[in-house]
DNA sequence: GATGAATGAGGGTTCATTCAT
DNA sequence: GATGAATGAACCCTCATTCAT
């Protein structure tokens, strides 16, 4: 691939990101072209239909997600505090993207592996927190998955956020 | 205003409260219109513009909040019980319209009393709870109420949910 | 159906017709519905799309085509001249389209009856006229149609057309 | 011109022919390329735009047609035979796309010339059938060649097919 | 000279909204 | 007042053509 096309590509789920977080999932395919100085077709070029971008847009943002949990899982810190950390940076993160665009169904195979890797690290971390006693144990991991997805994945959404501070306090034992 | 009419106004809402819930903020207006039995024209005769339902639909969703509410803060029972049993209700409401549709700066001034009117009973009900000890003291009303309100707003809440569950007990002192 | 909906929709048919067969295949539902004087929103209330115009223009011309050939085989005259008198009208038809246009698998059912019954009717003609002695006999009925098609459906042909002279001497026996 | 030019220009009028010839008129620049493993630049620099090389296509067709007609012309055989020698060729030419394709004004000028040849060529040749008293009289050798390009530009059209056989029988005095 | 990425006008289609019946 | 037909801007996408690599 062209160093220009990669550039582009890029640019695109960039900008992409950027124009959904700001203005949600109706953003149509002109206008992050015009975002992104682009012609209509370039967009076309890359990601051959709508679907194909927000799948690209998960992707991505799945692929930073793991990139980070994988980092706080490996830190030699008590796992309460690796969690708390992989919330933090979370919120940092255009994962809302990740829920409220991306349809059910993966169409590109990569999609599932990846968010069957990032459920793997996360029920791994969290069943380490309930062995070290800070987790409650009457949440299966896989729940508390969807409610830290919420917290995290919510318009405005911030690191500081009380409605984190309330949800871990909440999930503390 | 005739009796057909105001028969036919409330259809309408909520029909599309019903289509709403079901199939997302997608739904046209003349699927609501058919779903109703009803002409576009009809419905436009009702509400002048798509803006318009959504308003109606705000306003109808913040009602029942606003009785469920009063019912609950009148009740003589300890406030903490009575918060809960506001949240417990208010799952059961397709509240999460309120969130998803209605626009950020409400149109109809009847919107903003009405929002005024519930955001100072649920306050109210809050401080309560903190003075009766229930309540932990460090985040402000203003937040509690976003708290719970991404808690129920929130595609597929029930109230037996366990993210309500860990809100409630983060909530607790 | 209200009047003017359905004068609407014979509009739309005939200009359509009427352009396909100046231009051909390629004229867009933009350039129809302003031939029509109409927006295109309004194509597409009758017709859901394009294919279904066109699915549309096939049954008109099949209809029109019915029509004619029963009222030739219903006649007293000698069977060749019942033949030549199908062909002469089907030139004044736009039946070119019905090959350049329809597509291979009619979606409407009705356009498949239509079909047969114009075949029957057709073959039916030609069994007489070849009974009559008329007709050539090393053609089947079947390729004899085919053979009509081509002389008729096509771009620019006319009752008085030598092709048709031709194909028709040449069917003699 | 170099060599490998020459070569790449020759591939695709070839490729091209073959794509439309199975494809239709629909295929895409970007198709062609593909299918002759070139990039569309190097199409396009060939052809300045499709038009030109609908017309390189309209040119390559009559080009084999004038060899054929020549060749049948110059045979020491009966008028009517030569006829139908060429006939015979011409379907198994893909000539279909000099009607479909090109326009009806030709750009190329040696376009112009071509089509002028041949057409004396073929008239030629029928008018030294209608001395040998093989070709009616009645129709004039203009409208003869129509004829014959119906019957041979026509989508499925075979050396054996009963169109050119009624078709010539047609012609015959 | 070859390549394929970028461009943008144009085509099919949807849907909020208006208006004749 | 109810109805549903008409409207046209806007959306997604394609493809002939241009241009940077």
């Given at each position: 691939?062209?160093?220009?096309?990669?550039?582009?590509?890029?640019?695109?789920?960039?900008?992409?990101?950027?124009?959904?977080?700001?203005?949600?999932?109706?953003?149509?395919?002109?206008?992050?072209a015009r975002a992104?100085?682009?012609?209509?077709?370039?967009?076309?070029?890359?990601?051959?239909?709508?679907?194909?971008?927000?799948?690209?847009?998960?992707?991505?943002?799945?692929?930073?997600?793991?990139?980070?949990?994988?980092?706080?899982?490996?830190?030699?810190?008590?796992?309460?505090?690796?969690?708390?950390?992989?919330?933090?940076?979370?919120?940092?993160?255009?994962?809302?993207?990740?829920?409220?665009?991306?349809?059910?169904?993966?169409?590109?195979?990569?999609?599932?592996?990846?968010?069957?890797?990032?459920?793997?690290?996360?029920?791994?971390?969290?069943?380490?927190?309930?062995?070290?006693?800070?987790?409650?144990?009457?949440?299966?991991?896989?729940?508390?998955?969807g409610l830290l997805?919420?917290?995290?994945?919510?318009?405005?959404?911030?690191?500081?956020?009380?409605?984190?501070?309330?949800?871990?306090?909440?999930?503390?034992?």
């Amino acid at each position: 691939m062209r160093a220009d096309a990669r550039r582009n590509r890029e640019l695109i789920v960039t900008t992409a990101i950027g124009l959904f977080t700001e203005a949600g999932p109706g953003v149509s395919m002109e206008e992050i072209a015009r975002a992104a100085d682009l012609g209509v077709g370039t967009l076309y070029r890359h990601f051959p239909d709508r679907q194909a971008l927000l799948e690209a847009i998960a992707l991505e943002a799945l692929d930073r997600l793991r990139t980070l949990i994988r980092t706080a899982v490996a830190q030699d810190v008590p796992r309460w505090q690796a969690l708390g950390r992989v919330v933090e940076h979370c919120v940092e993160q255009p994962l809302a993207l990740i829920k409220s665009l991306s349809p059910a169904t993966p169409a590109d195979p990569r999609r599932g592996d990846l968010e069957r890797e990032v459920n793997d690290l996360i029920e791994q971390l969290l069943e380490q927190a309930r062995e070290e006693g800070t987790l409650r144990p009457d949440i299966p991991p896989r729940e508390v998955l969807g409610l830290l997805n919420v917290a995290i994945c919510r318009p405005g959404a911030r690191a500081d956020d009380h409605l984190i501070t309330v949800i871990l306090d909440g999930l503390r034992r």
